[in-house]
């Protein structure tokens, strides 16, 4: 029985053997995975607050009639892309179905390019910047997936 082993392409742990790439799209899913739940899950908690947020912001904007709707859609978009990346980083290491994780992250980009297009629309340049490393990584995790 090999305790912990270390090879060219692959970790042994406990005779189990953990491919290098399936680890790092685990880390960069579950990363993912926790931004996205814990934003969409704040947005549901302090809805009322959001909303008013969200309203005020983008009242001098195209999208001031669709502050509800907006609000309804990256939440929805948030809490799946977060709940499938977090899945996902367990089916990949456990078991090396990368679907869900890659699905995961297709979610978590458009969640993040619906809120770069807000933060843009709204002259918010600081909010859009923080987006990006964001972005960023979920591409990353999408190429290490792909690899």
Not at 22 to 51: C, H, P, R, Y
Not at 99 to 127: F, H, P, T, V
Request: aromatic share 16%; hydrophobic share 50%; glycine share 10%.
């Amino acid at each position: 029985m090999t305790l912990l082993g270390f090879g060219d392409t692959s970790l042994v742990f406990f005779d189990h053997e953990f491919s290098y790439l399936n680890i790092i799209a685990s880390f960069i899913s579950v990363f993912i995975g926790i931004v996205m739940t814990q934003s969409g899950f704040d947005k549901i908690f302090n809805w009322e607050g959001e909303l008013n947020f969200i309203t005020e912001k983008f009242s001098k904007t195209p999208l001031s009639s669709f502050s509800a709707f907006g609000l309804i859609q990256v939440t929805i978009f948030e809490i799946l892309s977060g709940l499938m990346s977090l899945f996902g980083s367990i089916m990949v290491l456990l078991y090396g179905d990368e679907s869900y994780g890659i699905i995961g992250l297709i979610l978590a980009a458009i969640s993040l390019c619906i809120l770069m297009l807000g933060q843009r629309l709204s002259k918010d340049y600081e909010g859009a910047a923080v987006l990006v490393p964001y972005f960023l990584l979920t591409m990353f995790g999408l190429f290490i997936y792909s690899s």
